[in-house]
């Protein structure tokens, strides 16, 4: 059984991803020379390729003879995909950059994206704001801190290829392991700090000086950046609130409305208030965020809260 030609061998690839993908019990060496007829050798050789383009791609327990091979964690439909943010930032980028060649690029690079995001057009029109971001008809208008070009390179590289950092925060050279960042008035970089331990830490990214890229590698664990924001109500992490907030008729149908937390749950009541539960923790940023709704919202539970928010207001009085 001859090899194929040379020039067939990425397409073969792709469609051995889909193919071995739309097995629940992955496939064997058997099937896959069979498939593509070719060689055991061959065979082997393609799985081999495939496992070095996707970690994922492992040996699947069954209950036969035969070795299966799968992907574990994810099918090939959600391999790659794009977010509105992700997109909107690229956006953001190449509206910002003062070269040419660099604006042309981004603005290719965007089309493709979007190209690719076809699919996922649902999503992107549930979140206007980001949608109407990427396609150049709104703006986010805030005070934010400049971040050159440059430091966002060196932390996409880092925490695409898990690569330590070295660089100056607050006085002090560090050697950080990023893991993500938090978009939001300000950008947060979630990191761990090779001084400290295990511990994940949040690090204001504009007070980083001289970042560097390192050749040393770490290891990310099982560490998930939503998972890990979905544990705080902004980017300060402490113990986990059980957070119940109730809105005044005037502002329920608003609240009703409003993505406050992913753990979220609300229900509206007989008086036409309306009630919203989540879990999280950052005491301080929920109190700034209740305060932002005024006379209208209030904390039901809990008591920790309930008071520690009467004591914000107390201090805040004391300067008129």
Not at 224 to 252: C, M, R, W
Not at 271 to 282: H, M, P
Request: glycine share 6%; charged share 25%.
């Amino acid at each position: 059984m001859g090899d194929k030609p040379r020039y067939s061998r990425i397409s073969d690839i792709l469609d051995l991803a889909i193919f071995m993908s739309s097995k629940i019990q992955g496939v064997t060496i058997s099937e896959i020379a069979q498939r593509y007829n070719v060689s055991r050798r061959t065979a082997e050789r393609m799985r081999d390729s495939l496992t070095c383009i996707f970690p994922s791609v492992d040996e699947i327990e069954t209950d036969d003879a035969q070795k299966h091979w799968g992907f574990i964690n994810y099918s090939i439909s959600n391999l790659i995909s794009f977010t509105p943010k992700e997109i909107a930032n690229i956006e953001q980028l190449q509206r910002r950059t003062t070269n040419k060649e660099m604006k042309e690029e981004l603005g290719k690079t965007v089309e493709k994206l979007k190209s690719l995001n076809k699919k996922h057009s649902l999503p992107l029109e549930n979140n206007i704001e980001l949608y109407m971001q990427t396609e150049g008809y709104a703006v986010r208008q805030m005070p934010q801190y400049k971040i050159s070009l440059e430091t966002l390179d060196v932390i996409r590289e880092a925490v695409q290829h898990s690569k330590i950092v070295t660089g100056i925060y607050h006085n002090k050279e560090r050697l950080i392991e990023p893991l993500g960042m938090i978009y939001g008035e300000k950008i947060y970089l979630v990191a761990r700090e090779k001084a400290k331990g295990d511990g994940i830490y949040n690090y204001l990214l504009h007070k980083f000086e001289q970042l560097k890229l390192t050749d040393q590698s770490f290891d990310k664990g099982d560490f998930d950046l939503q998972a890990y924001t979905n544990l705080s109500f902004g980017v300060f992490h402490g113990d986990i609130l059980n957070v119940k907030l109730l809105f005044s008729p005037e502002l329920a149908e608003e609240a009703s409305k409003f993505n406050f937390h992913p753990t979220q749950s609300g229900k509206w009541n007989d008086d036409g208030t309306y009630t919203v539960n989540f879990k999280a923790s950052g005491s301080r940023e929920i109190i700034w965020h209740v305060f932002r709704w005024g006379a209208g919202c209030k904390i039901l539970s809990p008591l920790s809260l309930k008071k520690e928010y009467k004591q914000y207001l107390l201090e805040n009085l004391k300067n008129y």
